[in-house]
């Protein structure tokens, strides 16, 4: 179980604003989502079309007090939530998913390459799912932010995790690999998808 207070001790960042150090047991990216404000992290995400600073007033009003923010913010304006301020929330967010991880030690099988990650994992499933209770991706929760939402739902009954990772430009399977943390790991091919983020292919295959 994690604190609101652990968080500067898992990832790069400080505590803005402290109101009262609860436990988080959701993490939640998207403010669309059912989800209840009761023990969960809200990570504002700041992308090319959404940024998700512009969501906490409204979650706020809907009860949510836990909130990971990656630029300044007038937290006098909450005056019962909790910030914490990072570098980056999605740097954040995988820094807390592999916190995790690092406490649960079972077997995990990693999936990466151009195609095919996501049969692989469920053909992988279904041959499995019969000796081991597995946890795995949801459909292709394979991104930076998918796969660290993915690997936040490891329970203490599960066997076996099988976790697919996509990557489109160098340095992302580093910032993966710390989040998963295979035992073993499965490469599928190597093909020209997102090969206009790499300066060649083997720059591509090393990263993978």
Known sequence: MFQFSDLPEISTGSILQLKDDLQFTNLLIDSRKNILPKNTLFFAIKGDRHDGHQYIEELYKKGFRQFVIEQPISATNFPQANFFLSRSSVATLQDVSGSLRKRISIPVIGIT????????????????????????????????????????????????????????????????????QPTLGILTNLGSAHDAGFKNRLEKLQEN
């Open 113 to 180: 390459g151009s195609n095919g990650k996501t049969i692989i994992k469920e053909w992988l499933h279904q041959l499995l799912s019969v000796d081991f209770r597995i946890i795995k991706n949801p459909g292709s929760y394979n991104s930076q932010v998918g796969v660290p939402l993915s690997v936040w739902s490891i329970k203490g009954h599960h066997e076996l995790g099988i976790f697919e990772a996509g990557i489109s430009k160098p340095g992302e399977m580093t910032k993966l690999q710390k989040v998963i």
